[in-house]
């Protein structure tokens, strides 16, 4: 079974004022996951996934269930610059009961689909990246019901295509399972991919199943003119793009707070040009950050990055 809970509004908070100047102010708690707006205009829809059986089964370090919350926490008193009229609403978290991570992974689905279909752009927040096959599932069943190509975008440093374990999926096997349920509609580039984090199996199944990457040596400022270049050309064939943010792909320098740390990384400046070209791309349709493990952060410091990438992201979409 999945468990789920409300989000206290009083989780966001920040400094009071008399005007709409902080996250906290904009954001309006519900008490289901029943999603009752239908009107055209634009709205956010915030959804939390408090699990880590996934990263448990994938031999990782345990408590990204509190990734939610603890992006909550940090982005409640952050400045407010999206449009005033845009609707936010928290839907809550959706969490695990016992090891039965298939459940949560069928209520996040569900609901994501009745978000998508409702015209709100989802927003999940994680919890371990298996969180990306329930995700992606929903992204790329409404595309194709519309016609739509879509295609999957990853900043990570690995590809999460591993096989499932005992016959189950884990937080390193969601590609994988996104590839065998959609094998004609599998569209996925992966951004920050680390040699030594992938074997050479996984390099292998990565090209049967023609994933474009870039490796991190590759990933840096000093190459965006070909990162840009081939953004724009995976880009161009997909009507849309499902943007999936891995807080290990980062260096733990700047985020210790993660399931699987790495003293390498990609850097924050890199990271906000391709979020804001992506943003601004016109095609971006849900988006989530996983991975954040606020056990093993040190003065919030990944917490607050996974904040700003989130505000970031949002402002560059729904103001350009």
Request: proline share 4%.
């Amino acid at each position: 079974m999945s468990i789920y809970q409300s989000t206290p509004q009083a989780l966001w908070s920040g400094r009071n004022t008399d005007s709409l100047q902080y996250w906290h102010q904009a954001v309006t708690c519900l008490n289901s996951l029943e999603f009752s707006d239908q009107s055209t205009e634009k709205k956010l829809a915030i959804l939390g996934y408090a699990g880590e059986e996934g990263v448990k089964r994938n031999q990782g370090r345990i408590g990204t269930s509190k990734g939610p919350m603890a992006i909550r926490k940090m982005m409640g008193p952050m400045a407010y610059h999206l449009p005033k009229a845009l609707k936010i609403y928290d839907l809550g978290d959706v969490g695990t009961e016992g090891a039965d991570m298939e459940a949560s992974h069928d209520l996040i689905y569900q609901t994501i689909k009745g978000l998508l279909s409702k015209k709100a752009f989802p927003l999940i927040l994680g919890g371990g990246h298996d969180l990306a096959f329930p995700h992606g599932r929903a992204v790329m069943e409404y595309c194709m019901g519309k016609g739509e190509k879509l295609g999957i975008i990853n900043l990570d440093a690995h590809f999460d295509i591993r096989p499932k374990v005992d016959g189950k999926g884990h937080s390193g096997s969601p590609f994988l399972e996104l590839a065998t349920s959609f094998p004609k509609n599998f569209e996925y580039l992966c951004l920050g991919i680390q040699s030594a984090a992938n074997t050479p199996e996984l390099l292998e199944k990565a090209n049967q199943l023609r994933v474009q990457w870039l490796e991190m040596e590759e990933f840096t400022m000093d190459n965006w003119t070909q990162i840009r270049e081939q953004l724009d050309t995976f880009c161009q064939s997909m009507n849309k793009i499902y943007l999936s943010i891995d807080l290990d792909g980062f260096s733990s320098s700047i985020a210790p707070g993660v399931s699987a740390p790495s003293p390498w990384g990609f850097s924050t400046e890199l990271i906000a040009k391709v979020l804001k070209w992506i943003a601004q791309s016109g095609k971006l349709i849900s988006m989530d950050v996983v991975e954040l493990n606020p056990k093993f952060d040190q003065d919030n410091i990944t917490s607050k990055l996974a904040a700003r990438c989130v505000e970031f992201t949002l402002r560059n979409f729904f103001v350009s």
